[in-house]
């Protein structure tokens, strides 16, 4: 069920405004060493099963990183624009279940020192995260 679902996620954001942005770098729990800027990651923060009768709920909290060393918030803003229009209350189709929703969560951005090549640079990291429930 999860790979399923990952599936889906990456299968959505294939061809999307937000992958042309990030010229295809959309990873899944982390990114590779020296990855260029700017990147998306993300993961699943908690899966929790819910039994009612005879289905299986998934709520999962999914989490999409994105990371930007552009000195503007330009960037990382359009970033996150594009990812809300492409995930905000989404439909996804997931082999073998059913996506009951996927609602936006909470926004935690954050500023970060990352050593680059050419030196010590400031990252912008937004953290958006996803209410997430599947049913089989």
Request: proline letters at 4%; glycine letters at 6%.
């Amino acid at each position: 069920m999860i790979d399923d679902l990952l599936t889906a996620v990456m299968t959505k954001t294939s061809g999307s405004t937000l992958s042309g942005d990030l010229a295809g770098r959309i990873f899944l729990d982390e990114a590779p060493e020296g990855a260029e800027f700017p990147y998306c990651v993300f993961r699943i923060v908690s899966d929790v099963p819910e039994y009612p009768s005879n289905h299986t709920l998934e709520d999962l909290l999914l989490q999409f990183s994105l990371y930007s060393i552009s000195a503007s918030a330009v960037e990382i803003g359009d970033l996150l624009t594009h990812l809300r229009s492409l995930f905000d209350d989404c439909s996804l189709t997931i082999s073998g279940n059913t996506l009951v929703y996927f609602i936006r969560g909470n926004l935690t951005p954050m500023v970060e020192d990352i050593t680059t090549p050419a030196g010590t640079a400031s990252c912008k990291h937004w953290a958006q995260e996803y209410s997430v429930m599947t049913t089989n």
